[in-house]
């Protein structure tokens, strides 16, 4: 089959999986919040046993990062994510306040199309599939041509516990004939509501473009400041930990180290006793010619990869033990790639002078790639933390924690999430981490409780009252005194005019 006959058949197949959807959520939207949370429970609970297979299956079809890794964030996807929102209330009346008389009703956005990644394609793929059932949503997925397999596998495993615990046949499905054409259907579709993308850049465009409303969680470019009075042994451990976790592909994670003068060297010693390598210039020169391919998208050769696999890239010479390579940088800009996004273990490390140098050092890093997600402050200085987190142009500010698994909601209190928010600052309309909130409308309901006699206090104009022009009532004197400031203006006006 050509390419032209796929991409009629992926164009035809949208628009059956969009009206099929679409039909299936009327139904769904008629469910109690009770019947909701069984189907997820059950989806929740069947596809937590094969947790272990779709994270080897996900590494063997795509080459990237640690099966290891994602064998955890599928557990986390799937049990740990379910045990958080299953006491949520999202459909039905959320919200009652009986002092006030108003309610909250949640009402489903309709069907959701969803774009999961290839770097963590069965936990996004389960985490979007659990928070639209939850909240009464039909989702169509277009899964990652690089993950097609593990993502078709997921989710046949997923409707079948759905629909056996009742859920309407064609609530979740995705598109079998993958093309750019079929996908561009899936989103500008009329009965589309809402397009939930995770981590998939080269179709943000069509997305926004669709006109309808996206989420979208975009690229990270986190900095890790490491402030004076930090614990330094704890702060490196869980740099390292993070920038490992799955070979770096995680949008949360550590991009670059920012550290103070005062205490760079004992940073850079004990970055090197767990496994940091520091690159010489001429080395770190070389290894970046592999990050980004000539229309500037992240090379695929280098996503996920080990420290060792990249060294070994460049023919670099590197202790066995070595588990993340590090280059030294002083300048922010576009052209260098230390300074953007890296989806493996890979680090630049600034030294600044103190916090105050260093905060805005973060702000460069942020304004040039990674605007509105994510950072991280190892500190036991308060009042520092608190101007970190009032200045930063980031919908995460994580402190004393792994950013990945910070950033996730794993190891702190934020919404346990695989899609990151980043707000209007990363061209997004939620700085969330995404929830089934986010995928609902909250219906307002208010009982009267006042008159508009209350509001006026009783108050009102005569029916006969005349209307006087204020700039006509007063003495003679103050219409000249009037008359003077206006002719004031004029001539300031006029010298204006003509000074342009």
């Known amino acids: 089959m050509n390419r032209i006959d796929n991409d009629l058949l992926s164009v035809q197949e949208a628009r059956i999986l969009v009206e099929n959807a679409r039909e299936a959520q009327k139904i769904l939207a008629t469910f109690s919040q009770e019947k909701l949370d069984t189907i997820v429970g059950h989806m929740a609970e069947e596809v937590l046993k094969y947790a272990r297979e779709f994270a080897i299956m996900s590494y063997e079809e795509t080459g990237f990062g640690k099966w290891q890794d994602k064998f955890v964030k599928n557990v986390f996807a799937s ?16 919200g009652e306040d009986k002092d006030n008389k108003t309610m909250d009703i949640g009402v489903p956005v ?23 059932i939850k909240s009464g949503n039909a989702i169509v997925f277009s899964p990652h041509p690089k993950a097609k397999k593990t993502i078709g ?4 495993i997923l409707i079948r516990a759905a629909e056996e615990s009742g859920l309407p046949c064609g609530a979740i499905g995705y598109l079998r004939t993958l093309t750019i054409d079929g996908t561009v259907a899936l989103m500008k579709h009329k009965d589309t509501s809402l397009i939930l993308v995770t981590g998939v850049p080269k179709m943000v465009r069509a997305a926004y473009t669709s006109g309808k409303p996206t989420i979208y969680g975009g690229p990270g470019n986190g900095p890790a400041f490491i402030e004076r009075s930090a614990d330094i042994k704890k702060a490196v451990a869980d740099i390292i930990t993070s920038r490992t976790f799955d070979n770096g592909v995680v949008s949360a994670s550590e991009q670059s180290i920012v550290a103070e003068e005062c ?3 004992e ?24 990050f980004f391919r000539s229309d500037d998208s992240i090379n695929p050769e280098v996503v996920g990869k080990s420290a060792i696999e990249l060294a070994r890239k460049i023919g670099m010479c590197v202790p066995e033990d070595t588990k993340v390579l590090i280059s030294a940088q002083k300048y922010v800009s576009s052209a260098n790639p230390y300074a953007r996004e890296k989806l493996c273990p890979v680090l630049a490390f600034y030294v600044e002078k103190d916090w105050m140098y260093a905060c805005e050092k973060c702000i460069e890093l942020l304004v040039n790639e990674g605007l509105g997600h994510t950072l991280v402050i190892h500190s036991k200085n308060e009042h520092v933390i608190r101007e970190f987190a009032i200045k930063k142009p980031v ?39 995404v929830t089934p909130m986010n995928l609902i409308n909250i219906r307002k309901v208010g009982y009267e409780v006042r008159h508009i006699e209350d509001i006026t206090s009783g108050v009102r104009a005569e029916p006969n009252a005349e209307i006087s022009a204020p700039c006509c009532s007063g003495s003679v004197e103050n219409r000249q005194d009037l008359n003077e400031l206006l002719e004031k203006l004029l001539e300031q006006l006029t010298c204006a005019e003509k000074l342009r």
Not at 79 to 90: A, E, P, T
Not at 117 to 127: F, G, R
Request: hydrophobic residues 40%; glycine residues 12%; aromatic residues 8%.
């Open 79 to 94: 049990d740990f994510l379910y045990k958080r929102i299953r006491g949520m209330r999202v459909v039905g009346i959320i």
């Open 110 to 132: 309709g069907v959701v199309v969803a774009l999961p990644p290839s770097t963590n394609p069965a936990s996004t793929t389960i985490y979007k599939t659990l928070i639209a």
């Open 153 to 156: 596998k997921v989710l046949d």
């Open 263 to 265: 205490i760079a060297d």
């Open 267 to 290: 940073v850079r010693e004990e970055l090197r006793r767990n496994g940091a390598y520091f690159m010489s210039d001429q080395e770190s020169k070389l290894l970046s010619k592999f």
């Open 395 to 433: 919908s995460r500010i994580l402190v004393n924690t792994p950013a990945t698994l910070g950033g996730i909601g794993a190891t702190t209190n934020l919404f346990p999430a695989l899609t990151l928010g980043c707000g209007a600052a990363g061209g997004g309309f939620t700085s969330d981490n």
